[in-house]
């Protein structure tokens, strides 16, 4: 069979479910309205939270460390790739996050899929929150520990599970989002890290979404929540949202450092990060040190699009952050109120199933610190003119159970 006619085999199928996948094209920097398709709309979908992937500061150290340093590391870190710029980098995320030692990965897939493997192995154990990201599941399965799934967010349960795995002696690794990236609420970091220590099993917080725009200094979910370092000894986050740049880390201990160093294959075998977008995360880091509004304001709008929405009579439970679901229901549906909420200015991705629950398509809205009280209340204006025009049975009250 050609490969042409595996494509159209399988995109028929695709079609027919009616989860058929398109790129929209966007035009110009990163920020609060942008181009997308040809038409100038405000952005409510993307992750550059604190506005800073076009902030000077950020887009001047990329474009100075292109002149001077190229647009390329030119091979692995193990070779020739491992540049001071790197190394600088990591140092000051070590240091922003209190940690020993951080070591920087190409996206924060890559990152999961190199770090589980190298904590747990066959005959060990991953107890996984329903809800985590595509690349936990994705390392869990590379690792070839067992895995055991609890419902999200259901404490009972992880004790159970934790209970259970603590008698057989072998690893166990708990894996959790700090931010479920579909529904916007936070994990129990709190509880889950308290079980963790006391059924002896590894803490690995996913903070992707959370680095940068939560906490006090920044720091994201554990630190929002008042979780100790200690309790979270693998933090992994992420460069290219709230920091504006592109790539991931993992902090933890000098020891962890080493380890996935000589044990994390998509570490060990993937072509550094070149040096712009190096010189910008460090930049960015130092920015949102900074200008502590950022977060602030962020939080603020995210808040405020909740109280607009529900003042439409929206649900956007179970949402606590700056990703601010609004379930319609049926795909179909959902992509109908996409595509007209862009005719109307307005940019809010629609999420269909499979990559939420059947039933539960969403618009996925994301504000970002920057945006204006009124542009806030246009779009949540907007949502609800358009919601408006199908009978109340068509769309479900929001329900949360998202990934």
């Known amino acids: 069979m050609s490969v042409d006619a595996i494509a159209t085999e399988v995109l028929g199928e695709i079609r027919e479910?009616?989860?058929?996948?398109?790129?929209?094209?966007?035009?110009?920097?990163?920020?609060?309205?942008?181009?997308?398709?040809?038409?100038?709309?405000?952005?409510?979908?993307?992750?550059?939270?604190?506005?800073?992937a076009h902030h000077e500061e950020v887009s001047e150290a990329a474009a100075r460390a292109a002149r001077d340093q190229g647009c390329a590391s030119g091979g692995s870190r193990l070779i020739n790739g491992n540049l001071a710029e790197h190394e600088a980098l990591e140092e000051e995320l070590a240091h922003f996050f209190g940690r020993?030692?951080?070591?920087?990965?190409?996206?924060?897939?890559?990152?999961?899929?190199?770090?589980?493997?190298?904590?747990?192995?066959?005959?060990?154990?991953?107890?996984?929150?329903?809800?985590n990201h595509a690349s936990i599941i994705d390392g869990a399965r590379l690792s070839k520990a067992d895995v055991k799934v609890f419902p999200h967010g259901d404490l009972d349960a992880l004790e159970e599970q934790l209970r259970s795995a603590s008698q057989s002696g072998r690893r166990i690794l708990l894996a959790l989002d700090g931010i479920y990236s579909m529904d916007g609420d936070l994990a129990p970091i709190v509880p889950a890290a308290q079980l963790a220590q006391e059924y002896g099993a590894m803490l690995l917080l996913d903070d992707a979404h959370g680095t940068g725009a939560l906490g006090e200094k920044g720091r994201g979910s554990a630190e929002h929540c008042g979780v100790e370092d200690e309790q979270v000894p693998i933090l992994m986050g992420t460069l290219g949202k709230a920091i504006g740049s592109f790539g991931a880390f993992v902090v933890g201990s000098h020891a962890l450092r080493d380890l996935l160093i000589n044990t994390a294959r998509s570490f060990i075998f993937s072509c550094a990060l070149p040096p712009?977008?190096?010189?910008?995360?460090?930049?960015?880091?130092?920015?949102?040190?900074?200008?502590?509004?950022?977060?602030?304001?962020?939080?603020?709008?995210a808040s405020?699009?909740?109280?607009?929405?529900?003042?439409?009579?929206?649900?956007?439970?179970?949402?606590?952050?700056?990703?601010?679901?609004?379930?319609?229901?049926?795909n179909a549906l959902t992509m109908e109120i996409c595509d007209a909420l862009l005719e109307a200015g307005f940019y809010a991705q629609g999420i269909r199933h499979p990559s939420v629950p059947k039933g539960t398509a969403r618009l996925r809205i994301t504000p970002m610190a920057t945006h204006t009280e009124s542009e806030i209340t246009g779009i949540a204006e907007?949502?609800?003119?358009?919601?408006?025009?199908?009978?109340?049975?068509?769309?479900?009250?929001?329900?949360?159970?998202?990934?």
């Open 17 to 52: 479910a009616g989860t058929y996948r398109r790129m929209r094209r966007l035009e110009g920097a990163q920020g609060p309205r942008m181009d997308v398709n040809g038409r100038s709309v405000l952005l409510f979908a993307g992750s550059n939270y604190l506005d800073l």
């Open 100 to 131: 020993e030692a951080a070591l920087v990965f190409n996206t924060g897939y890559m990152a999961n899929v190199g770090l589980i493997p190298a904590l747990v192995r066959q005959g060990d154990l991953i107890i996984s929150d329903a809800l």
């Open 276 to 301: 712009p977008q190096v010189a910008a995360a460090r930049a960015a880091l130092r920015v949102l040190q900074r200008e502590p509004w950022r977060r602030q304001r962020l939080q603020e709008n």
């Open 304 to 330: 405020l699009l909740r109280e607009r929405l529900q003042g439409h009579g929206l649900s956007c439970s179970p949402s606590t952050t700056h990703i601010v679901p609004v379930v319609m229901g049926e």
């Open 382 to 403: 907007a949502i609800a003119k358009l919601v408006a025009r199908y009978p109340a049975s068509a769309i479900p009250a929001s329900q949360p159970g998202s990934q």
